[in-house]
């Protein structure tokens, strides 16, 4: 029964995010970035074309939105297939692992946009306790 827990420990501790030398921090940082959150959901929708993306996910340049998808790519949450006609046409789509990943983090953005009002106005107070000096 003690090999068990401790054994069940050691693989939960494998992959701690809080220690500074995890492995899998990299991939949870590029995973998690406003681009990426944001492209994750977009193709939540289905397969979309790097144009398609581009016009989705306002504000993106094309140098960072190629830089994510190659992030996303690499980390098996993002399938990328070339259709073999001239020119070559690239689709973008989750992996299963992907679309499991696009369920949380659509709920982070929805919690967003529910709580949008509350976080403006606390910024707004916070800034005006900040511009007036204290007594």
Not at 21 to 35: A, E, F, H, N
Not at 112 to 133: C, I, N, V
Request: charged share 15%; with cysteine.
């Amino acid at each position: 029964m003690e090999t068990q827990q401790v054994e069940t420990a050691a693989r939960l501790l494998a992959h701690d995010t809080f220690d500074s030398k995890c492995v899998l921090r990299p991939i949870m940082d590029q995973t998690t970035s406003r681009w990426a959150t944001l492209i994750i959901s977009a193709l939540i929708a289905g397969p979309h074309r790097f144009a398609q993306l581009h016009q989705r996910v306002g504000g993106i340049s094309q140098k960072m939105l190629s830089q994510n998808l190659k992030a996303l790519v690499r980390a098996g949450l993002v399938d990328r297939h070339v259709a073999p006609t001239n020119p070559p046409q690239v689709t973008y789509s989750l992996t299963e692992l992907g679309a499991g990943l696009a369920g949380p983090l659509t709920e982070l953005i929805q919690w967003f946009g529910r709580h949008g009002d509350e976080l403006l106005a606390a910024q707004a107070h916070y800034d005006s306790r900040q511009a007036s000096p204290q007594a």
